[in-house]
Nanobody, 127 residues
């Protein structure tokens, strides 16, 4: 399984950005995809997860709920994280991970649940 995150960049506060997680073939039908982020000097923080069972069931951390939307396109082997109303505190390196056990409500937020990780993509929120 290979994952590659991309789409990061510089955006002003209040702006929007979409980051992508390109996966190797058939990954999205076998693994749930989660997004985490890590700001300098901080621990990796869970953001969201989307199920590979129905490509709809998803979970979000309180810090991004209502602003971020996760989605996946199995045909393109790519998962996305649409980020709206960005705040300076959203600035971080964003990582995607693959979880073979699916996107469980009780554990999607645990970094240890994920079997594979892509390299991160840097999101900077600044005016």
């Amino acid at each position: 399984v290979q994952l590659q995150a991309s789409g990061g960049g510089l955006v002003q506060p209040g702006g929007s950005l979409r980051v992508s997680c390109a996966a190797s073939r058939s990954t999205l039908d076998r693994y749930a995809i989660g997004w985490f982020r890590q700001a300098p000097g901080k621990e990796r923080e869970e953001i969201s997860c989307i199920s590979n069972a129905d490509y709809t069931t998803s979970y979000y951390s309180d810090s991004v709920k209502g602003r971020f939307t996760i989605s996946s396109d199995e045909a393109k082997n790519t998962a996305y994280l649409q980020m709206n109303s960005l705040k300076p505190e959203d600035a971080a390196v964003y990582f995607c991970g693959a979880d073979i056990w699916g996107c469980a409500r009780s554990s999607w937020f645990l970094e240890s649940e994920y079997d594979f990780w892509g390299q991160g993509t840097l999101v900077t929120v600044s005016s």
